[in-house]
């Protein structure tokens, strides 16, 4: 007798994750802004630009959160990596001077487990909340074979709107302009292939206690979204350069905005290292150049301005609650980055 087959014996329950986006729809609906047309549920998302802006250009940013996803489903923590998720793609359109205005995620798995879902999405429903921006649309797919069981990978999709004349390129970052740095609230979402690495060659387990303080939590803190302290700050104080600090490091991220003509000096005495970096470079026994290729060691956000906006840029940054600090200064010099 002939096999009676359907998609849900095949592996995929179109209904499950019907199920959990219908439950949170009033949670994302709190990420709507006036100018969207149709959201969540349509075929598209639509978004009117409208009359607020004059010359508006569109900027657009693709990321993910990579291998710090084997570290929540290590622990069973879904909460943040949904933060994570939006903070990588908004953090990146920001650094051009643009405000993110609707943000789409594609989740896919090989079986979809209804509560990790529902926490992954919570978890981009507050990180779109944070930078004000639009939750759109996205796209869910259960893909049986593809992923073993219980593993997901997410993509992000930030798009924001900037003035023409607006935008912050880099190209009038000169020798003497001055380095803020924005302290990041740990790892982000960066290095986690090398982290899971010492830990499991130290057998130090994902959840162990160090030193009084959960390894746990350090390792899934969520990455900062700087789009609230920025954005008003670029109304007030001319901004010749942004970089946002994720894989690479200051060292290979701080570069792209420079001018060839222009080297950046950091001092690292200058930057708040959490914990959580040394940590890992002892027991793995990193070198120090390494670290600071891999990691961004306590710097999320690099500012450039004159001598004269330094004051100023921290006065401001501190109201909005932010940790800024002088990172150091452009010298004359091949592009790159020379710490002290």
């Known amino acids: 007798m002939l096999e009676r087959w359907d998609y849900k014996k095949a592996g995929v329950d179109i209904d499950r994750a019907t199920e959990v986006i219908g439950r949170l729809r009033q949670k994302a609906l709190k990420t709507i802004r006036p100018e969207v047309k149709e959201g969540i549920g349509g075929f598209a998302g639509i978004f009117q630009i409208g009359d607020r802006w004059r010359k508006p250009c569109l900027v657009a940013g693709s990321d993910g959160v990579g291998t710090k996803l084997k570290v929540a489903s290590r622990l069973c923590r879904h909460d943040t990596v949904g933060i994570d998720l939006v903070a990588m793609c908004v953090n990146d359109v920001l650094c051009v001077g643009a405000e993110p205005i609707f943000f789409l995620d594609y989740f896919a798995c090989g079986r979809l487990e209804p509560s990790v879902f529902e926490a992954v999405l919570s978890g981009i429903i507050q990180g779109c909340e944070e930078a004000g921006c639009t939750l759109l649309g996205g796209e869910t797919a259960e893909m049986p074979d593809m992923y073993p069981d219980g593993e997901y990978d997410l993509a992000g999709f930030a ?8 935008i912050v390129d880099g190209k009038a970052i000169i020798p003497g302009d ?55 700050l670029l109304e007030k104080v001319r901004v010749k350069g942004m970089a946002h600090i994720t894989g690479g490091g200051i060292m290979d991220n701080l570069p792209r905005i420079l ?26 026994n990193i070198p120090e150049e390494e670290m600071w290729r891999v990691f961004n060691m306590g710097v999320g956000f690099v500012l450039v301005v004159s001598q ?10 501190a109201q909005c609650g932010e940790k800024a600090f002088v990172l150091g200064e452009v010298i004359p010099g091949e592009r790159g980055v020379t710490l002290g």
Do not use: M
């Open 159 to 166: 798009v924001g709107i900037v003035e023409e004349g607006k």
């Open 178 to 232: 001055v380095l803020i740095g924005l302290a990041s609230s740990g790892l982000h979402s960066n290095g986690f292939s090398l982290v899971r690495k010492v830990l499991e060659y130290a057998r130090i387990p994902f959840d162990a206690e160090v030193e009084g303080k959960s390894l746990a939590e350090e390792l899934l803190r969520p990455t900062r979204i700087y789009v609230q302290s920025i954005l008003p």
């Open 259 to 284: 001018p060839g003509s222009c080297r950046a000096y950091v001092r690292k005495e200058a930057v708040p290292t959490p914990w959580i970096f040394r940590f890992i470079q002892e027991k793995g």
């Open 308 to 317: 004269e906006e330094v004051e100023a840029t921290l006065h401001l940054l």
